[in-house]
């Protein structure tokens, strides 16, 4: 079992969870995931690793309540624990001291795994751009962590209620229009944001890696739950992945899987929640 050491609210509907997990801790990289159950009749749900302590042995997780599973989840409190806690799943970001300028992008709860990622590249002495997204200031996480590991923050609100007012790709095109030279663009968040920012830097030729996060079943490519079309390939996102190049995923085809189970989803949720 895997005890909840912390649990905060960081904005309404988002939580953050320290668990107490030292072979996971021990073992893990930037931009890998874990897969939890929180008890027998649980689904299985993969979530990206938004920092670790090897020496504490604690992995941090964090979650917007969305639906069925999210809501068991979110229902537990300090000190009580989880059945499952599989990891450290996936392939790590791929990070070198000669990555150059890097700008990360985190859209919404994507903040919280480009965090790791992001404090690594710095840690390498690679420059750090960070640019951070939410539909409104309220929701807005991790600014404070983010800045302590950046160079530089530019803040994108949907409805300019902090920073620019618009989405994540205009903060890009400011940093464009200005002359900044980007070596590589890694975006995470919600499917719409990630094929944006892809589509806005493809001009460019700029590299740009996307972190996915499609459906998952068993996590270690048996199932085939997670494929994802890139480019002429057929990649799983939990064995292959999860950071894949965004100027080749089928971004449609990978939001339309998402779609597929709402309607059971929301089903889910009532059972539950009723
Ligand atoms: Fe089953 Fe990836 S989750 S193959």
Redesign the pocket.
Known sequence: MYRILKKQELSPGILEYDIEAPRVAKKALPGQFI?LRVNEEGE?V?LTIADFDREKGIVTILFQVVGASTGLLASLKEGDSILDFVGPLGQPSELSDHMGTVVFVGGGIGVAPVYPIARAAHELGNKVISILGAKTKDILIFEERMRAISDEVLITTDDGSYGIKGFVTNAIEELIKRGEKIDQVTAIGPGVMMKSVAEATRPYGIKTVVSLN??????????????VQVGEETK????DGPEFDGHLVDFHGLMARGRMYRTQEAKEKDHICN
């Open positions: 897969v299985r993969p499609p459906i998952m079943v068993d996590g270690t490519g048996m199932c085939g739950g997670c494929r799983f996102a939990c064995v």
